[in-house]
């Protein structure tokens, strides 16, 4: 999916979402980042990422939106398995954070953790109790070491997202909790999208009616979003806090793909019509007006 496009160095972004959970109502969410070692690392790029969402999301009003969570499950064995939410961060290796000392913390237990993300009142008590700014002592940490997006990036190179190649300990079948394959954030720009993936697709992929309503639900948050965002002053919109551009959200997104990506597809899709790869890369990259464009013309509900 990286190939042929920027870096992290320069300027794009590409994470995923684990775990969007709403409630029975559809009335209040949360989002979760799950990771299964403990000394699996906090990127800069993840924590640029939930900042971004947390401070967006905060400006919607169309689903009350109770924060993001930072979750360690360690599972040792089946009898053996230690919980921690928004757990202290220590420094790590080069441009990470990963999970401080948990001595005088206490971890939940798997049904401790169900009681809190699979009932509508345990978002509440997640809010109260647990809800932090995880990412920003990250960001406060290297944010400075990210691309000013003037002449010369810094660095080079970016690490493959590994979140789609392992399991989750904590998602379970539910018609309230999915998944976000990847958002992209090109952080010179400023402007991001939401992308499902499907592979060996004939770019006629379409949701259940669950699915279907998670996704709807999560767009018009979104818009409404970046709706607010827009509509403020300068000094009052979020901003990237390297390159200080506005974020601007540009559409939920299907991307089909015959083969297993870009290099052995045929036929790509986008939202339910081809694209070639010169206008996928140049859209996915989101360092352009014509990337804008692109986005433009292929957006529309396709779920």
Known sequence: MRTNLLSAWRGLITQDIDLIAFDNNLNSFILIEEKNKPY????ISQAICFKMLDELL????????????LIYYIKESTNDEKIWINPPLVRGREFSYKMGNTDNISSLDKKGLTNLIYNSSGFSHLEHTYRNNWYQDVV????????????????????KERSMYRNSYIYEPSENMKNINWIFINYCTGYFILIEEKQDSDGNYMPNSDESQMMDKIHKIFIGANNTNLSLSDNEKVKNPRSK??????????LEFEGKGPEDSDNIYLNHQKITKEDLIAFLNLNSQSSKQIAKNYMHKWW
């Open 40 to 43: 699996a690392p906090i990127s």
């Open 58 to 69: 905060n400006l919607q009003i169309q689903c009350h939106y109770c924060g993001s969570y």
């Open 140 to 159: 406060n940490a290297f944010v400075n070491k990210l691309w000013d997006c003037g002449e010369i990036p810094p660095y080079e190179g970016t690490k």
């Open 245 to 254: 551009k506005p974020y601007e959200y540009l559409g939920y997104f299907l």
